[in-house]
């Protein structure tokens, strides 16, 4: 059977989607075939995107930095994408010496790192309990980040490729992808066939369940929502090493809390769920480290594709027709587009036999 296209991509979450944009600016024949409406499920509905560079392991960071540059690059065209307003790492006193390292390696004029100390660090963040700068206690303070909307990029994606050629199936789930001669068949739920040379499964949690050789496994990732009393939410993202709580603002009376205990299972539907445990212990979290008092609103139960050392699995081998680019455990939206950019060239050479030019700025975004 002869191919139809080029290239499937399998999902259509900030992943997918990023990568179909990267994809789009090739000669190529592409269909992007999403579960449900690009950016509406998986971890990318859940996710509140918090952009950040500094993490213990090495190996994101390098990442991240270069994640925050491609942000900085659409944040340009589409502001509402990306809110910088900056992000408190509170640190492990087990982790001040690494940091202090790491901020002399990636800080700079363009996305300064700054540690604190406990009296600038009081100062600054007035929304935050003193005690959480007492004793051996230290803030890295980022001022340049903040968050991006996972679901507005999507989108915003999605309508990049889909302008530039490529064909977007919405509401079309994908049953099964299997290699054959000369290429892949991707079968969609009522057992269609679609053939291609090259498909790349970014369907997150989801995609051991359509590339079995893949490490990937399911994780929760609880968040609540919580509303202040009086109007008085951090300002800032919040990430505290010692309780593994994170916050994120959404408005003046609004704000997101998440670090509750996290499940595993081979994919989502086994995935165990503790909505309430998980709201008590946000609130917990809240009153530990804010001064504002809140009550919770929401809980919401997300997920996604999670690797045991957290980095993603990016693979695109000369020998095989199914490419992986899924497994970003909870942490993709820092670097995705990026790294959508970085794999795009993978997926040239192996279609092509050679890396095409992409430009390295999202200025038609």
């Not at 997918?16 to 690009?38: D, H, R, V, Y």
Request: aromatic residues 10%.
């Amino acid at each position: 059977m002869a191919s139809q296209w080029d290239l499937i991509i399998v999902g259509g979450g900030l992943a997918g989607s990023a990568l179909a944009f990267w994809c789009s600016k090739l000669p190529l024949k592409i269909l992007l075939l999403e579960a449900t409406a690009p950016g509406a499920g998986g971890a990318t509905v859940h996710s509140r995107g918090i952009i950040r560079v500094y993490d213990p392991l090495y190996a994101l960071m390098t990442k991240n930095i270069q994640g925050i540059k491609v942000w900085s690059e659409i944040a340009a065209t589409h502001p509402d994408v990306f809110t910088r307003c900056g992000l408190v790492y509170l640190l492990k006193a087990e982790h001040q010496a690494l940091a202090r390292q790491r901020i002399t390696e990636f800080s700079s004029d363009a996305y300064p790192i700054h540690m604190l100390s406990e009296v600038e660090s009081t100062h600054c963040f007035p929304t935050l309990q003193r005690h959480c700068f007492s004793g051996k206690r230290i803030a890295l303070w980022e001022p340049l980040g903040g968050y991006v909307n996972p679901r507005q990029a999507a989108r915003i994606f999605i309508d990049e490729a889909r302008f530039h050629g490529v064909e977007i199936l919405e509401g079309s789930p994908v049953k099964a992808v299997r290699e054959i001669s000369g290429g892949v068949e991707v079968i969609t739920g009522i057992d269609t066939k679609l053939p291609t040379r090259l498909a790349v499964i970014a369907a997150g949690a989801y995609t051991p369940q359509l590339y079995p050789e893949s490490q990937i496994f399911s994780r929760t990732i609880p968040l609540s929502c919580l509303q202040s009393m009086k109007s008085d939410v951090p300002e800032q993202c919040i990430i505290d090493e010692c309780s593994g709580g994170y916050f994120r603002p959404e408005s003046s009376s609004f704000f997101f809390v998440g670090g509750a205990t996290q499940y595993n299972a081979s994919n989502p539907d086994q995935l165990h769920w503790q909505p309430e445990q998980a709201n008590a212990r946000h609130h917990q979290m809240a009153n530990q480290l804010l001064i504002c008092q809140s009550t919770v609103v929401d809980g919401r139960n997300g997920y996604d594709g999670y690797t045991t050392n957290y980095l993603p699995e990016m693979q695109c081998p000369p020998d095989r027709s199914i490419a992986i680019f899924s497994g970003f455990s909870g942490r993709g939206a820092k670097y995705i587009p990026w790294a959508a950019r970085e794999f795009s060239q993978q997926l040239a050479k192996r279609l092509f036999g050679q890396s095409l030019c992409i430009k390295n700025n999202s200025d038609k975004l």
